[in-house]
């Protein structure tokens, strides 16, 4: 019998996994990613991948608990900042940090990839909407306070601006 992994080991390998996961879900879909693809591209055996994750659903959700996680430090973050401008600032460059890839171009394409799943897919779209509405609150929330400021006009479309 082989010793216990340390804890710290298991986190570290669970991340890359997911980092694994997000990259081979924005090159080539969530449909067409299989658990093989995410072992090979970290030269492990699938074997591993299914002591951490059940599945490919199990993968996508766990990538979602760690994106949410990442957003509610971001929205905890920027109700520190003195202005709405700072905030939304902040917001955006930390959101953009918080991806699992570096590759920013990577990361929305993983996002547009993650959008058109989830029409297409029930449980998934419940994950995506929660997600979206949580940021376009956080957004909304600001752009309010930097209108009420004088940072920000109040004759632009508040819902077209935030939605983008």
């Known amino acids: 019998m082989s010793p216990k992994m340390p804890q710290e080991h298991r986190d570290f390998r669970r991340q890359q996994i997911l980092e ?8 080539k879909g969530y449909q067409e990613t299989t ?7 970290m030269n492990l ?3 591993i991948i299914y002591s951490y994750f059940k599945g490919k659903d199990d993968l996508l959700e766990a990538i979602h608990t760690c994106s949410m996680d990442n ?19 902040e917001l955006l460059s930390q959101f953009i940090k918080g991806y699992p890839m570096k590759d920013i171009k990577k990361a929305v394409q993983a996002d547009i990839r993650f ?3 989830a029409v297409k897919r029930k449980n ?12 376009q609150k956080i957004i909304t929330q600001s752009v309010q306070e930097g209108v009420k400021g004088g940072e920000f006009k109040s004759e632009f479309d508040l819902h ?5």
């Not at 694994?20 to 090159?27: D, H, I, K, L, T």
């Open 20 to 27: 694994a996961a997000w990259e081979c879900f924005a090159e």
């Open 35 to 41: 658990i093989r693809d995410i072992a090979e591209r």
């Open 45 to 47: 055996s699938t074997g």
């Open 71 to 89: 957003k509610k430090k971001i929205a905890d973050g920027i109700r520190q900042k003195d202005t709405a401008r700072e905030a939304i600032n």
């Open 115 to 117: 959008w058109s799943e």
């Open 124 to 135: 998934f779209r419940k994950i995506f909407i929660s997600q979206y509405n949580y940021m």
């Open 160 to 164: 077209a601006y935030v939605s983008f």
